[in-house]
């Protein structure tokens, strides 16, 4: 079984590719409070590349 890639060009080769993300989440119990856990993120990641994200329990990472 084959994949086919979804684009043609420079990134066709990008399994994933992520861009400016920010990611921001609420404080429970104090409505206008928010935790910026990510910011302006860039990450690009070839097929056959392994990444691992470690961080404790609870912090997250999903």
């Known amino acids: 079984m084959t994949n086919s890639p979804r684009h043609s060009?420079?990134?066709?080769?990008?399994?994933?590719?992520?861009?400016g993300l920010t990611k921001i989440f609420p404080v429970p119990f104090h409505p206008t409070r928010r935790v910026v856990a990510v910011k302006d993120l860039?990450?690009?990641i070839e097929p056959g590349e392994?990444?691992?994200?470690?961080g404790p329990n609870g912090s997250g990472k999903s």
């Open 42 to 44: 860039n990450l690009r």
């Open 50 to 54: 392994v990444y691992g994200l470690l």
């Open 9 to 19: 060009g420079a990134d066709a080769r990008e399994a994933v590719a992520v861009h």
